[in-house]
């Protein structure tokens, strides 16, 4: 049974490869035509073709289970092209033993899946949309950063620009009273984050709204202490899709903890770890399809419809998922109905195997 397994996994995870490098290399060319438009004196060709390589291991990630599943119908119909499923149904292997078989090359490939997306497709895709914007900027303004606006309790701050060194050029700090009044304004020509995560503000001047007037404070160099430190603040100047799903729960209860709307960022949460459990059940449904209505179809059939099938989870996953932030749908179910479907398709296409 040990090499049973070893084999139907070994052939499971080589169409998969063989697929992905496929779907991937046609990912890599639209993406890249898809940069041609955006092309400038400082973001050439070669700046568009690094953008597009780097963007491949998210892309990866994204593609999977349709890759696993026309994949596994590639793999596991040129064996039942070759009668070889056939004779381990002779031997005495039932289909839910197979089923549990080649589960077992779908949770290797869910593995697969998860460690690409948690650690390098989110860091690649950051780097090279970093990269882009860098080029675009050219070396002479490429401490410019982006405005943030950012809330840590009662205090909203204002950032004119965050660069990569955590530099923001001038911050505003509004502080507010427990009833939502407004306590005081201040304004700093320079701030940035030290070491120690501690807030430098140079020429800082602050308004304090008080019940018997006004006062204004002002000071050289403050030092100030919050809990939005550097780490957390990089996650808030990043799209969902460049983070690991480590930064999107810390920043999910960040959210949360100020009672900001955290659904889009939750979302994208949920979205991933269904697209990736899903990768389990893609080689499972191959397999019923393969007994069931393609078991005689060739190469070409079989190919349609996994691509069939990929496409219209991949359309179901983002129709749901979008409508969930639309209409304020718990993210944690939205999320999931694409692939409590699919398993349900599955189950009702292997209880119909004889």
């Known amino acids: 049974m040990r090499l049973l397994s070893t084999y139907l996994m070994r052939t499971i995870a080589l169409s998969s490869l063989l697929v992905l490098m496929v779907l991937l290399a046609l990912a890599a060319l639209f993406e890249f035509i898809g940069q041609l438009e955006e092309l400038e004196r400082s973001y050439g060709i070669a700046q568009a073709l690094m953008f597009s390589l780097l963007r491949l291991p998210q892309l990866s990630f994204e593609m999977m289970p349709m890759a696993v599943l026309i994949g596994a119908l590639l793999g596991l119909g040129g064996l039942a092209n070759n009668s070889e499923l056939v004779v381990m149904r002779t031997a005495g292997l039932s289909v839910g033993r197979l089923a549990g078989m080649v589960a077992i090359a779908g949770v290797a490939l869910m593995i697969v899946t998860a460690l690409v997306g948690e650690f390098i497709g989110p860091s690649l895709d950051y780097y090279a949309r970093t990269m882009r914007t860098e080029a675009k900027l050219g070396q002479e303004n490429r401490n410019i950063g982006n405005a943030a606006w950012i809330k840590d309790g009662p205090v909203i701050f204002h950032l004119e620009h965050v660069n990569s060194e955590f530099e923001f050029g001038g911050i505003y700090l509004f502080r507010f009273n427990d009833d939502n009044t407004l306590r005081s304004v201040a304004h700093a020509e320079n701030s940035v984050i030290d070491e120690e995560d501690n807030w430098e503000l140079e020429d800082f001047r602050e308004t304090r709204f008080q019940d018997d007037g006004v006062q204004v404070v002002q000071s050289s160099r403050a030092i100030e202490s ?65 007994f069931g209505s393609l078991r005689s179809a060739g190469y070409g059939a079989r190919l349609v419809i996994g691509v069939m099938i990929g496409l219209a989870y991949f359309l179901a996953s983002e129709m749901t998922a979008n409508s969930g932030v639309v209409f304020g749908f718990d993210p944690a179910i939205v999320t999931w109905l694409p692939s409590i479907a699919l398993l349900m398709v599955t189950i009702f296409a292997l209880s119909r195997v004889r």
Do not use: C, H, Q
């Open 226 to 290: 919050f809990s939005i430190d550097s780490e957390l603040l990089g996650v808030t100047l990043v799209k969902p899709i460049s983070l690991s799903a480590r930064g999107l729960l810390g920043y999910v209860n960040y959210l949360k903890s100020n009672g900001l709307s955290s659904d889009r960022y939750e979302t994208e949460f949920w979205s991933r770890v269904s697209s990736t459990v899903t990768v389990t059940l893609m080689p499972v449904l191959a397999l019923a399809f393969v």
